[in-house]
């Protein structure tokens, strides 16, 4: 049972153009919405992050639009660089018992940018 | 990258044998937390840790056990080594907030 599901799993975009991921959700006690980007080789590190109580956050070409009543919020890239190319993850966290915190992951996509 | 290093990077194992990775962060963060990431699969969480000897388990915890007996550290030992396990390994740290997690640079492990 896959509780934040991310759609597509691979991503083709030539450059200039815009990436767009979407991830859906069940739990409405998720209350941060993370994506990670992963180099090949690499950890995953945060790219950007949105609380429930926002629409949209913008840190340069990546803009997070969430949409509380659909349970889905999405990550766009503005003017794709090869360099973006990578897989992006998006995540879910909430609090459970003893007021500690998990993550709950999507299973990725594979982003390309096409010089 | 945060203050966390993973041992070893790489290994090669054979089936049957215990094996135990190394976890160690600089960061003094409250949470730690072991991944394995395979194709198709994405993240999944074997087991995580709230603090010095509290741990619990996650998703994918069987065959795996895990201790933490100081903050900087957090080993998962394979118990007997199988090939399903071959994986990458990720190690990550997070802080009171538990939001935002950092993550290690990975052990490729690979069971023979």
């Known amino acids: 049972q896959q509780q934040v599901k991310q759609s597509p799993q691979s991503l083709i975009v030539q450059k200039g153009g815009i990436s767009i991921i979407n991830c859906a959700y069940e739990?409405?006690?998720?209350?941060?919405f993370p994506w990670y980007q992963q180099f090949p080789g690499k950890g995953p590190a945060l790219l950007i992050a949105?609380?429930?109580d926002v629409s949209e956050k913008k840190e340069g070409r990546f803009t997070i639009s969430f949409n509380k009543s659909a349970k889905q919020f999405s990550l766009h890239i503005m003017d794709s660089q090869p360099g973006d190319s990578a897989t992006y993850f998006c995540?879910?966290?909430?609090?459970?018992?003893?007021?500690?915190?998990?993550?709950?992951w999507g299973l990725g996509t594979s982003l390309a940018v096409n010089p | 990258d945060a203050g966390i290093t993973q041992s070893p990077r790489h290994k090669v194992t054979e089936t049957g044998t215990p094996v135990t990775l190394r976890c160690h962060q600089t960061?003094?963060?409250?949470?730690m937390y072991w991944y394995r990431q395979d194709p198709g699969h994405g993240l999944r969480l074997i087991h995580y840790?709230?603090?010095?000897?509290?741990?619990d388990k996650g998703e994918v915890s069987d065959g795996y056990s895990v201790s933490r007996s100081k903050t900087e550290d957090f080993l998962l030992t394979l118990e007997s080594a199988t090939s399903s396990q071959t994986s990458v390994y990720f190690c990550?740290?997070?802080?009171?907030?538990?939001?935002?997690?950092?993550f290690g640079q990975g052990t490729r492990l690979t069971v023979v």
């Open positions: 995540a879910a966290s909430r609090r459970f018992a003893g007021n500690n915190r998990k993550l709950i």
């Open positions: 739990n409405t006690a998720f209350d941060y």
């Open positions: 949105i609380r429930p």
């Open positions: 960061e003094n963060h409250r949470y």
């Open positions: 840790s709230y603090g010095v000897k509290d741990t």
């Open positions: 990550a740290i997070s802080g009171i907030s538990g939001t935002e997690a950092f």
